[in-house]
C-alpha cells in the first residue's frame, strides 16, 4: 500500500488493525523493482492488473507489479 497523499488518521487506523503490514511511499515501492523489467502494465493500482473486475477501492491505493530480473 502506498501512503502518498493519506491522511495520517488512515495510515493510523490501519496500522492498529492491522500491524503487521508496511506502508510506503510509491518510490519506495518502486526502488524495489530496481534493476528488473517491469511487465506490462507495469507498477499501478493492483485492480488495472484485472481492469474487467469489479473490484472496491481502498482508502489508500495497493500498489502491484510484477518484475523480470534481466
Known amino acids: 500500500m502506498s501512503c502518498d497523499g493519506a ?17 510506503r511511499p510509491a518510490a519506495e515501492i518502486r526502488a524495489c523493482f530496481e534493476g528488473a523489467e517491469l511487465i506490462e502494465p507495469g507498477m499501478v493500482e493492483a485492480r488495472q492488473w484485472r481492469p474487467e473486475e469489479e473490484v472496491p477501492l481502498g482508502p489508500l491505493p495497493l500498489l502491484a507489479g510484477v518484475g523480470r530480473v534481466l
Open 7 to 23: 491522511d495520517q488518521e488512515i495510515l493510523e487506523e490501519i496500522g492498529d488493525h492491522f500491524p503487521e503490514m508496511t506502508i
